[in-house]
T-cell receptor, first 114, second 110 residues
Framework: ETGVTQSPTHLIKTRGQQVTLRCSSQ?????VSWYQQALGQGPQFIFQ???????GRGNFPPRFSGLQFPNYSSELNVNALELDDSALYLC?????????????FGPGTRLTVL | ELKVEQNPLFLSMQEGKNYTIYCNYS?????LYWYRQDPGKSLESLFV?????AVKQEGRLMASLDTKARLSTLHITAAVHDLSATYFC??????????FGTGTSLTVIP
């Protein structure tokens, strides 16, 4: 157990809908990153939040957005869902923004878009 | 375009044998991570390599980093069935972004 929790564990949506995924960071961790892992592939970096602001983003369209709250929990929002958005979504937390500080992954949310 | 490539993609080995997984990356970085993932599960951190020449060992696994060659290796010694999983390397390019490799699916056969 890493102390990082995510909800829900599984979710089924249809194309065009919107979804919100949640992540609770490990205690004391103020940086959270989100990743998308399609079946059979490695995780792809979506974005990172530090002190409630986005401070790094991968190659994902604007319909992928996020929030970080004062308690360092975080949300990933995806609008206008597409079939290709079906994946395991992982969040990871760490202390500060230095990558010398190890990041810890949550168990993931498996999203299926029909 | 940044590339992080692992080989082999699939590895089937007998218990007791040794093997090495390779991770090549296409940009300058001195920070590389290895993770293990069991089917349907999240990522478990195995090793954090933070400098050229870094070598770390845990049980039957040993990881090394050569930043000049842009190469990391994960060596498996005397494999056991419990090591069956998918292994990922991930490169930190210094922009608070991690790029993961393609993964190596390891099956250890009794």
């Amino acid at each position: 157990e890493t102390g990082v929790t995510q909800s829900p564990t599984h979710l089924i949506k249809t194309r065009g809908q919107q979804v919100t995924l949640r992540c609770s960071s490990q205690s004391g961790h103020n940086t959270v990153s989100w990743y998308q892992q399609a079946l059979g592939q490695g995780p792809q970096f979506i974005f990172q939040y530090y002190r409630e602001e986005e401070n790094g983003r991968g190659n994902f369209p604007p319909r992928f957005s996020g929030l970080q709250f004062p308690n360092y929990s975080s949300e990933l929002n995806v609008n206008a869902l597409e079939l290709d958005d079906s994946a395991l979504y992982l969040c990871a937390s760490r202390r500060g923004t230095s990558s010398y500080n190890e990041q810890f992954f949550g168990p993931g949310t498996r999203l299926t878009v029909l | 375009e940044l590339k992080v490539e692992q080989n082999p993609l699939f590895l089937s080995m007998q218990e007791g044998k040794n093997y090495t997984i390779y991770c090549n990356y296409s940009t300058t970085s001195d920070r590389l991570y290895w993770y293990r993932q069991d089917p349907g599960k999240s990522l478990e951190s195995l090793f954090v390599l933070l400098s050229n020449g870094a070598v770390k060992q845990e049980g039957r696994l040993m990881a090394s980093l050569d930043t000049k060659a842009r190469l990391s290796t994960l060596h498996i010694t005397a494999a056991v069935h419990d090591l069956s999983a998918t292994y990922f390397c991930a490169v930190d390019i210094g922009l608070d972004q991690f790029y993961f490799g393609t993964g190596t699916s390891l099956t250890v056969i009794p």
